[in-house]
Every structure is written in C-alpha cells, then in structure tokens.
C-alpha cells in the first residue's frame, strides 16, 4: 500500500486501486494523501486506440475509451474497491500521437512538435464493482520551443527509453520541461491525472475528508 503525509484526510476502509504503471499518476496520487495500490490493466492499448479511431472516434474518445477499460478491468478482479483508470492521447494539427514505439519514434514525433502547440487529452475513470463513478476527459496546451539537434539528442540519450511512457514522448515532471516555452491548463492534468474531480468524487464516495 502506498500513502503520504496527509493519510489522515483518508476515510477509506480499503485503499484505492491505481490500474495504470505510469510513475507520474503515482506520484501524483501520492501526494493527495490518499491510500491506494498499483494494478496496472492488462489491455491490449494499440488495438483499443484502433478500434475507437476506425469508427471516427477523436483523442478525447480514444483516452476516454483506454482510461474506462483500464478501470472496468482491473475493477472485475478487485470486488468492492475503488479503481482508477488514466490515460492520455496528444494532438496537433490534425494528427494524433500515443505513446511512441521506440526512441527513434519519439525523436520523429519531438521534431514534429518542436516550434508548435499541441494539447493533451488526459482522461480518467473511477470505477468499483464493474460501474462507473465518474468519467472525465481534461485538456491542456503546451508550446514546445524551436530546439537543436544537438539538444534532441542529448535529452534523449539522457532521458532514454523514459521517453515511450508518455504521449507527448517528454517526461515534463523531469527534463522534458527544457522542451517548452509555454504551458497553459492544470498541472495534474499535463502529467495525466485530472486530480480535481477526482478528489471531488472521492469525497461523494465518502473515502476522503470533506
């Protein structure tokens, strides 16, 4: 179980259940203070994001679509627990981008985005016993700088294989941030979970101290 300083604002008899690997939505829940675990959802992501997109689905659908079955699934194996599910797509002008397959994908899709804003498009869903508590799509805009190659490959060469477990491939709690010359739209919302109406939903739930 993982939990932070402020446990004490936490009612739940049982804690919450993370359905995502992803270190940032970690940390980030860390720091609400509330009690959860780590189950990341046994999807099938590429094939979800497929799907949603050959019925015309866009970035808000296609993260909608992955952070409800990433709940949903992970909430069938944990009876009675609160689940969360996450997951983000980016966009820019007109093209859509997920996580990038490897380090030469994600230098592909970083020179796209040098010089240009795109948003995020982070989704989340509470689930417990195989129903939904609240669904929720949050968007932010950010500015990357125009940058060097130089600089492109030494942030990779320094960042890594890091750079595959984001959709924008930047790791903005880190030395992403070094990619940009402005952000607009909620922090948590840019690191890929919309902490507001979740806390507000956990508080209806009766699991954090209102």
């Known amino acids: 179980m993982i939990s932070a300083a402020g446990e004490s604002l ?4 049982a804690p919450l259940v993370l359905a995502s690997q992803s270190e940032a939505r970690r940390l980030a829940l860390q720091q609400t203070g509330a009690a959860f675990v780590v189950q990341p959802a046994d999807v099938d992501e590429r094939a979800i994001e497929a799907q949603v997109a050959a019925a015309g689905g866009g970035p808000d659908d296609i993260a909608a679509r992955l952070a409800r079955e990433k709940a949903l699934v992970v909430s069938a ?31 592909d899709q970083l020179r796209f985005l040098s010089g240009r804003t795109h948003r995020l498009h982070s989704a989340l869903a509470l689930a417990r016993d195989g129903g939904l508590l609240l669904e929720i799509v949050a968007h932010a805009d950010l500015t990357m700088r125009v940058f060097s190659e130089a600089f492109l490959a030494h942030y990779l060469d320094v960042v890594g294989a890091r750079v595959t477990s984001s959709a924008g491939a930047y790791q903005i709690e880190g030395l992403g941030i070094h990619l940009f010359e402005q952000i607009s739209g909620d922090h948590w919302t840019i690191l890929g979970l919309p902490l507001t109406p979740l806390l507000a939903a956990l508080r209806r739930e009766g699991v954090l101290l209102s």
């Open 77 to 107: 194996l944990r009876p009675g627990a609160l689940v969360i599910g996450a997951d983000q797509v980016a966009s820019c002008e007109g093209r859509r981008f997920g996580k990038p397959a490897d380090i030469a994908a994600a230098a």
């Open 10 to 13: 936490w009612r739940g008899s």
